[in-house]
């Protein structure tokens, strides 16, 4: 069995970081991610955009490479049973650092499921995968400081904005700009951003209502206090700000609260040798992730001055994180018909699940939250609508293959 | 920009060789079209882009439920789906 001083889950910046720096101190790595490149949503392979430790962390002879790889069940004795393309592996840890990233808080409205409409960073990951876009007429809608850099990225790649509709207030969203003045960098980000957009319909205070179109997205229908108008559009991009992937950590039976994976300020979880950083200790950004990748590998050396060090840098970097859960979260949501779609892979509608009583009962008797994506996207939408808990998580943590589950079972035979 | 080709329900598409098999298909289409049938018969496609909602499941090379998404392109991969295949 592959045995590791450290495996970390996740090959974002967070998880880069980290790698590089606990094997530029001697330490055996193992970087998993389920995509096919380093880089984490944020920078989407290793390219020009990512930092320089972690273009070095790809190239380290202590660091061992997983891609495309899921982990499918957290296992006693301190180890995982992963599935690569064409394998699958159980692999052994002294530490585990969980860097398993946030995903975008998709909310049912009516029509999302109409082909057309993707996520907002959904949209710009499609993009940058190949999708064709220039010339389409793209609107924009939910709420999170996602918008601003997907908008600025859509139009250099010849989108026309129709609109940004952000359901934040004018006020919350000022208050915001003013707690970027103390950071700079940030500030002049978001300047940048504003300078691509001018032009660019914005309106605050708004929710899309409705999603028109039948085999594809034809517009939307947009609120705005008493007025309801309509608007033409080729694609629509929603998206509500993001949460955690809390599943890997549930799954090890670590604390969690519906924001975060709960950890001490040195980032370890309720778990013995199980940590956690990045956007799966809170949605906190880029720099908060990199600080958090540094300052794990100097607590899992215990290299005391880099803690002092890391540990500052991190309290700075999470008050914009604060700033940001602040600013948006929650958001309010138009009221759903009874026939609107909220699990799509088992087409459970709003009517069907808004008189059941909770998580587990609704998976029962509608089968919501059973389907492939189990429950990633309608379990973080029934929390929000129906106010609902998560369940407790089972392997597999992902649709597997059966030769993968037969490695699970033979050597756990009274696995559940 | 290098090009590969792939066979798309059938037919040879050309597209960028730094594709995912997603940007693939709405190369080949021009936009997003369904790409599966839901449980009650609703056209779908991807939604997600970074393999969390498993609606871009395609059938590649004749296994099924493959992520489209988070699957890059190689020369001469088979992709089916709706009626040509069976996601």
């Given at each position: 069995m592959p045995s590791y001083d450290v495996i970390i889950i996740g090959a974002g910046p967070a998880g880069m970081h980290a790698a590089q720096a606990l094997a530029s101190r001697g330490q055996q790595v193992a970087l998993i991610d389920d995509n096919p490149d380093a880089g984490g949503q944020i920078w989407r392979g290793v390219n020009n955009h990512a930092t320089q430790p972690a273009r070095a962390a790809l190239h380290s002879p202590h660091i061992t490479t997983y891609y495309q790889t899921r982990v499918i069940a957290t296992l006693a004795a301190q180890q995982l049973l992963v599935e690569t393309p064409n394998d699958a592996h159980i692999l052994h840890y002294r530490h585990l650092v969980i860097a398993s990233g946030a995903r975008e808080l998709l909310l049912p409205v009516a029509g999302w499921t109409t082909p057309g409409v993707t996520g907002i960073?959904?949209?710009?990951?499609?993009?940058?995968?190949?999708?064709?876009?220039?010339?389409?007429?793209?609107?924009?809608?939910?709420?999170?400081?996602?918008?601003?850099?997907?908008?600025?990225?859509?139009?250099?790649?010849?989108?026309?904005?129709?609109?940004?509709?952000?359901?934040?207030?004018?006020?919350?969203?000022?208050?915001?700009?003013?707690?970027?003045?103390?950071?700079?960098?940030?500030?002049?980000?978001?300047?940048?951003?504003?300078?691509?957009?001018?032009?660019?319909?914005?309106?605050?205070?708004?929710?899309?209502?409705?999603?028109?179109?039948?085999?594809?997205?034809?517009?939307?229908?947009?609120?705005?206090?008493?007025?309801?108008?309509?608007?033409?559009?080729?694609?629509?991009?929603?998206?509500?700000?993001?949460?955690?992937?809390?599943?890997?950590?549930?799954?090890?039976?670590?604390?969690?609260?519906?924001?975060?994976?709960?950890?001490?300020?040195?980032?370890?979880?309720?778990?013995?040798?199980?940590?956690?950083?990045?956007?799966?200790?809170?949605?906190?950004?880029?720099?908060?992730?990199?600080?958090?990748?540094?300052?794990?590998?100097?607590?899992?050396?215990?290299?005391?001055?880099?803690?002092?060090?890391?540990?500052?840098?991190?309290?700075?970097?999470?008050?914009?994180?604060?700033?940001?859960?602040?600013?948006?979260?929650?958001?309010?949501?138009?009221?759903?018909?009874?026939?609107?779609?909220?699990?799509?892979?088992?087409?459970?509608?709003?009517?069907?699940?808004?008189?059941?009583?909770?998580?587990?009962?609704?998976?029962?008797?509608?089968?919501?939250?059973?389907?492939?994506?189990?429950?990633?996207?309608?379990?973080?939408?029934?929390?929000?609508?129906?106010?609902?808990?998560?369940?407790?998580?089972?392997?597999?943590?992902?649709?597997?293959r059966v030769a993968t589950l037969a490695l699970l079972y033979a050597i756990s035979p009274t696995a559940e | 920009m290098a090009t590969i080709t792939v066979s798309i329900n059938n037919h040879t598409i050309t597209c960028d060789a730094s594709s995912s098999v997603a940007g693939a298909i709405a190369q080949a289409t021009h936009q997003l079209g369904a790409t599966r049938q839901s449980v009650q018969g609703m056209p779908r496609t991807m939604l997600c882009g970074m393999g969390i909602c498993f609606e871009c499941r395609v059938t590649i090379n004749g296994i099924a439920h493959q992520l489209a998404c988070q699957t890059p392109v190689v020369t001469g991969m088979q992709i089916t789906y709706g009626e040509a295949g069976d996601a």
């Open positions: 960073g959904g949209l710009q990951a499609l993009v940058k995968a190949g999708m064709p876009i220039a010339n389409k007429r793209v609107v924009i809608a939910g709420t999170g400081p996602l918008i601003w850099p997907v908008a600025a990225f859509l139009r250099t790649h010849g989108v026309h904005i129709v609109a940004i509709v952000e359901q934040q207030s004018l006020v919350r969203l000022a208050r915001f700009g003013m707690h970027l003045a103390s950071h700079p960098r940030k500030l002049w980000q978001a300047m940048s951003y504003a300078t691509q957009l001018i032009g660019v319909p914005f309106w605050h205070d708004s929710q899309v209502t409705a999603i028109s179109g039948t085999t594809h997205s034809t517009g939307v229908s947009i609120q705005r206090g008493e007025h309801q108008f309509q608007l033409a559009c080729d694609y629509v991009a929603l998206g509500h700000h993001l949460v955690p992937n809390l599943d890997i950590a549930q799954s090890l039976g670590c604390a969690t609260t519906p924001a975060a994976i709960t950890t001490s300020d040195q980032l370890a979880t309720t778990i013995p040798h199980v940590y956690a950083i990045g956007e799966a200790r809170g949605i906190g950004g880029l720099d908060c992730a990199i600080a958090e990748g540094h300052l794990v590998a100097a607590v899992i050396c215990q290299d005391a001055p880099a803690i002092a060090r890391w540990h500052h840098r991190v309290q700075t970097e999470r008050r914009i994180a604060t700033a940001i859960a602040a600013t948006f979260t929650p958001p309010r949501l138009p009221p759903l018909a009874a026939d609107t779609i909220v699990c799509r892979c088992e087409d459970v509608s709003h009517g069907q699940l808004q008189h059941a009583p909770d998580w587990r009962t609704a998976k029962l008797q509608q089968r919501c939250g059973m389907g492939p994506c189990q429950g990633r996207i309608c379990g973080a939408a029934t929390q929000h609508l129906y106010g609902w808990g998560p369940d407790a998580v089972r392997p597999p943590l992902r649709p597997a | -």
